[in-house]
Structures are given as C-alpha cells and as structure tokens.
C-alpha cells in the first residue's frame, strides 16, 4: 500500500474538507455522549446552542473569537509562505509583556494615548519573539517549528517570573496576578450588558487587511510562489529570506496585539496564564478556514463556541470541560486526514513473490 499524488485535487473537495471534518467531529461527540448516558442529539444541540441563549454569550463569543481570529490570519500568512510558525502562543505572551509594561508604567494617571501605546507595544513584542526564529531560520536554517514551539514556554516563564516577582500585586493576598489595570489601560466595551470591547473591531479589521494583501497585493503575491515553490520564486527573482521575515513578523503582531486584547479586555490585569491555548488553537482555525481571511472568521466564530460549550458542559451535561480539547483535536485530525485524501490516493500492489531458485539457495 502507498499513497500516490493526485494530478489534480478535487477543488470541490478542498472547500468541502472542513465541513466533512465538522460533521464527523459532531458524530463523535454524539458517541461520547451516549458512553455518558446521554440522547446523544439532543446532548450535541444542548452543547453547542447553550452558550448562545442570550446577548451576553453572544458577546462572551466575541471576545473568545476575536483573538482566534486575529492569530489565526497571522498564521494564515506565514503558512501561504511556507513558513511553518508554532510559537503564536509565546508571541502571544510577549505581547502580553511589552503591554503590561506600559499598562503598569504609564496607566494610573495616563491619558488617551496609553492604550494605542499598548497596542503598538503588544505588537513589537509579539514581533520580537517572533524575528527569533525568523533570523535562526534564514542564517543558519534552523527550524522555525522547533524553535518557536521552545519559545512558548521561554515566554511562559518570563510571564511567571515577572507576576512573581516585579509585577505582583501587593494588595492581591499572594494571588499570582497583577495590580488590576487602570481604566486607561482598558479597552471600551462595544455591546452593553457584555464583555464585548473594541478587540472584536481588530479581528474585523485584520479580516480585511489580510484578504486585501493575500489577494490584492504584490507582497502577498510574492509569498505564496515562495510557499508553492522555492525555487520558482527564486528564479522569478522574489527574496525567500523577505518572505520568511514577513511571514514570521506578520504572525507575531498579531499574536501580540491579541494578547494585548485579552490583558486590557475580559482579563483586566495580567496573569501568569494570559491565554487559555489560543495560539495553539489558531493554528486549527487557520487551517480550518483553509487559509483565507473569511473562512478565518468563520471557523474562529466556530472555535469559540468549543471554548464556551466546555465551560457549560460541566452545569448543563455534566462533562467534564476537557471536552473542548479533545474535540479541538478530533476535528484537526479529521480535516488533516481528508486533507491527506483530498491530495493523494491509496495504490495497493501485490507483493513480489522470490523465484523458486532464490526461495531454494535461501534454505
């Protein structure tokens, strides 16, 4: 058995591999359900429209779709260049960092410009982190994937050491956390009666300014022939270093700037675990989404109903909330896998049996 090119995928079968995966994620949650005693249908329609009964979970949706979102068309750009970036979540949290100092520092007492300050500070710091494999990769070809899966936990324990540390709460009974941001620091809510604040305008925005330079731009051009081909974008006379650059630097500001959301948004101070996983999961939204701006929207929206119905599993099904990831991952397996189809179909040879005078000089 081999798995053997297919001339030409099915284009049909390239926008329909997602809802292929969805529909069979769902099947196995209806069998998990059942193994719990549950009518596995109504169980599935519980799960997934419990979040959504009122305004205030349609905006907790939101604020949980805004930052999946955002990394996830960040991630999308350096993916359409072949640049394989795994550290959105350490970016992330650099962001977090380069934003909490200027929360902290300039906040009590400071004025308008402090949260486009933090914004542009969240975005330097996820871009920081995110040039590290950039720069190894195109000097010495280190792998982008390992390095910047290391760097994840590199900028974890940064985080930890400075809310243990420097930026502990002397007020907070020796909570790791910090001093709660001043209103300054924070950004507006956009719906009434929710936690919906101005970073949902972000995730639209990055919406449009991704497809116009995935599609419109000459930049963006240029990246995918450098993820199609190396070679042909070197022949044509595109840079590939630039386009690992842009790729890297693309996905870390917006990872920052996402974390900068989460700080000055739900959050409202800073905490050792800024981010529930959203740079891991982007990666699925992204692929999920087949890497344009809309499809983003779309399996980001989906994304963060999985985080909400995990919340309410617990109250409303009695599952446990660790439900969110194992259907996070059922349902990267299963677009991974019709992905695997969609590109290359299975042969089966028979095996070659020896010649009788080779089976008898063997005994």
Request: proline share 6%; aromatic share 12%; glycine share 12%.
């Amino acid at each position: 058995m081999r798995f053997e090119p297919r001339p030409k995928p099915s284009s049909l079968m390239v926008l329909m591999s997602p809802v292929l995966a969805i529909t069979l994620t769902s099947i196995v949650a209806m069998v998990i359900f059942a193994s719990a005693g549950l009518n596995p249908f109504e169980a599935l329609v519980t799960f997934l429209t419990a979040p959504l009964v009122d305004l205030y979970g349609l905006g907790e949706l939101l604020i949980k779709a805004a930052p999946l979102v955002l990394i996830g068309i960040g991630l999308a750009i350096g993916f359409k260049a072949g640049v394989w970036n795994v550290g959105a979540e350490g970016q992330l949290t650099s962001g977090v960092i380069f934003a909490g100092y200027v929360a902290l520092k300039f906040g009590p007492g400071g004025g308008f410009w402090v949260l486009p300050a933090m914004v542009v500070a969240g975005a330097i710091g996820g871009m920081v982190w995110a040039a590290i494999p950039a720069v190894l990769r195109i000097l010495f070809n280190a792998s982008e994937i390992l390095v910047s899966l290391m760097l994840n936990y590199v900028a974890a324990l940064w985080l930890s050491w400075l809310i243990f540390g420097l930026w502990r709460d002397p007020g907070g009974f020796n909570f790791p956390q910090s001093e709660p941001l001043a209103p300054a620091a924070l950004f507006p809510v956009l719906i009434e009666n929710t936690r919906a604040n101005i970073s949902v305008l972000f995730a639209l925005v990055a919406v449009v300014l991704g497809w116009l330079f995935m599609s419109r731009s000459f930049a963006g051009f240029q990246l995918k022939v450098t993820g199609l081909s190396e070679g042909a974008a070197r022949y044509a006379g595109f840079s590939v270093r630039r386009a690992v650059l842009i790729g890297m630097l693309a996905s870390g500001a917006a990872a920052g700037i996402a974390g900068v959301g989460e700080i000055a948004g739900p959050l409202g101070q800073i905490f050792p675990t800024a981010s529930p996983g959203y740079g891991y999961a982007a990666i699925i939204v992204a692929f999920l989404g087949r890497l344009h701006p809309v499809g983003i929207l779309f399996s980001g929206l989906l994304m963060a109903l999985l985080y909400l119905a995990g919340d309410l599993a617990q109250m409303s099904l009695g599952m446990p909330s660790s439900i969110t990831g194992l259907l996070q991952s059922t349902l990267l397996f299963f677009l991974l896998t019709t992905d695997v189809f969609i590109q290359y179909r299975i042969r089966f040879q028979p095996s070659k049996k020896e010649p009788l005078s080779q089976q008898g000089a063997s005994t």
